[in-house]
C-alpha cells in the first residue's frame, strides 16, 4: 500500500512525488507530479503514445528517414539496456 501524502507536504519535503488515494480522472490511483499534480500513469501512457506515433509521421515515401529513425530507436534501447546492467 502506499503511504498517503498531500501535496504540501511532498512540496515541504521537496519530493517529485504525492500520493492523496484519489482516483484521477482517468480512474488511475497511482502518484501524482508534486509539479504538475498530474498523474504518473496518465503520463507514462501519453508519453508512450507520442513515441509511437513519431514513426506514423515519417511518410512512406521518405525510407532513409524512416530507416533512420529505427536505427535511432534501436541504438536507444541498447544503451538503455546496457545502462540496466
Known amino acids: 500500500m502506499h503511504n498517503i501524502i498531500t501535496r504540501e507536504d511532498a512540496q515541504d519535503r521537496e519530493l ?8 484521477c480522472k482517468r480512474g488511475h490511483t497511482d502518484y501524482r507530479y508534486v509539479v504538475n499534480r498530474r498523474c504518473v500513469q496518465c503520463t507514462r501512457e501519453r508519453d508512450s503514445k507520442r513515441s509511437r506515433s513519431v514513426f506514423n509521421t515519417i511518410q512512406p515515401s521518405n525510407v532513409r528517414q524512416r530507416a533512420a529513425a529505427i ?6 534501447t541498447q544503451i538503455e539496456q546496457e545502462y540496466r546492467l
Open 71 to 76: 536505427e535511432h530507436q534501436r541504438e536507444l
Open 16 to 23: 517529485t512525488y504525492y500520493y492523496t488515494g484519489e482516483p
